[in-house]
C-alpha cells in the first residue's frame, strides 16, 4: 500500500511539472477570437497598419488607393476571418484576402492552395459602407501564419478590428484549449 501511494505520488509530481515543462509547445490560442501578433510588411499607403494587431481598439487602419498589409500571427492559425469597416470614401471599394503558411510565398495576388493546384484567389470582399465583413463556413482557412489585406482601387477604407474565428478543434470547450494532451519533447537523439 505504501508503495502504491509513493507511485501515484510521483506520478502526480511528474505530471503537474511535466506540464509545465512542455507549455511551450501547446499552440493552441488562449481564445477562439484570434488577432495578428505583428504587422510583417506593408505596401503602398496604409496610415496606422499597428491599429489592428490590438484586437478591438478605436484607432484605424486606413487603406488609401491600391495599398496592402501583411500581418503575422506568431504562428499557424485556422479559422474564419472578419474586420470591421468604420467608413469608406469612393465607389468600388474592395478588400481582398490571401492566406500564406510562409513569408516566403506572401503575396496580394494568392493564396496558398486549399486543393492540389498549389494556389487559391484572393477572397474579396465588395464593401458598400461601414460595417462587419465577414467570410462564410465554407472559406474558413486553415495552416495559415500570415495574411495581408489588400485594397486595389481608387478611394479609402478605413478598418478598426481584424479578427480570426479559430475553428481547429470544434470539439473542445472555448475556455479549454490549451489543456490538450499528447505533446512530446525530443533532445533530436
Given at each position: 500500500?505504501?508503495?502504491?501511494?509513493?507511485?501515484?505520488?510521483?506520478?502526480?509530481?511528474?505530471?503537474?511539472?511535466?506540464?509545465?515543462?512542455?507549455?511551450?509547445?501547446?499552440?493552441?490560442?488562449?481564445?477562439?477570437?484570434?488577432?495578428?501578433?505583428?504587422?510583417?510588411?506593408?505596401?503602398?499607403?496604409?496610415?496606422?497598419?499597428?491599429?489592428?494587431?490590438?484586437?478591438?481598439?478605436?484607432?484605424?487602419?486606413?487603406?488609401?488607393d491600391i495599398s496592402?498589409?501583411?500581418?503575422?500571427?506568431?504562428?499557424?492559425?485556422?479559422?474564419?476571418?472578419?474586420?470591421?469597416?468604420?467608413?469608406?470614401t469612393g465607389k468600388?471599394?474592395?478588400?481582398?484576402?490571401?492566406?500564406?503558411?510562409?513569408?516566403?510565398?506572401?503575396?496580394?495576388?494568392?493564396?496558398?492552395?486549399?486543393?492540389?493546384?498549389?494556389?487559391?484567389?484572393?477572397?474579396?470582399?465588395?464593401?458598400?459602407?461601414?460595417?462587419?465583413?465577414?467570410?462564410?463556413?465554407?472559406?474558413?482557412?486553415?495552416?495559415?501564419?500570415?495574411?495581408?489585406?489588400?485594397?486595389?482601387?481608387?478611394?479609402?477604407?478605413?478598418?478598426?478590428?481584424?479578427?480570426?474565428?479559430?475553428?481547429?478543434?470544434?470539439?473542445?470547450?472555448?475556455?479549454?484549449?490549451?489543456?490538450?494532451?499528447?505533446?512530446?519533447?525530443?533532445?533530436?537523439?
Open positions: 500500500m505504501k508503495l502504491q501511494a509513493v507511485v501515484s505520488a510521483l506520478l502526480l509530481h511528474v505530471s503537474l511539472t511535466g506540464a509545465a515543462k512542455f507549455e511551450q509547445y501547446i499552440l493552441a490560442p488562449d481564445s477562439r477570437t484570434v488577432v495578428p501578433a505583428s504587422v510583417y510588411k506593408v505596401n503602398g499607403s496604409v496610415v496606422g497598419p499597428q491599429a489592428l494587431i490590438s484586437g478591438g481598439s478605436r484607432k484605424k487602419a486606413k487603406f488609401q496592402a498589409v501583411t500581418y503575422d500571427f506568431g504562428k499557424n492559425t485556422a479559422g474564419i476571418v472578419s474586420f470591421n469597416v468604420s467608413q469608406v468600388n471599394q474592395f478588400i481582398g484576402i490571401t492566406f500564406l503558411e510562409s513569408s516566403l510565398w506572401i503575396s496580394g495576388e494568392s493564396s496558398d492552395g486549399t486543393v492540389v493546384t498549389g494556389i487559391d484567389a484572393p477572397l474579396w470582399f465588395p464593401i458598400t459602407g461601414p460595417g462587419v465583413y465577414k467570410a462564410d463556413a465554407d472559406h474558413q482557412r486553415g495552416g495559415f501564419r500570415y495574411m495581408s489585406l489588400v485594397h486595389n482601387s481608387t478611394g479609402t477604407v478605413e478598418l478598426v478590428a481584424l479578427t480570426v474565428q479559430f475553428t481547429a478543434m470544434p470539439h473542445w470547450p472555448d475556455n479549454g484549449l490549451k489543456e490538450y494532451a499528447g505533446y512530446f519533447n525530443c533532445d533530436g537523439t
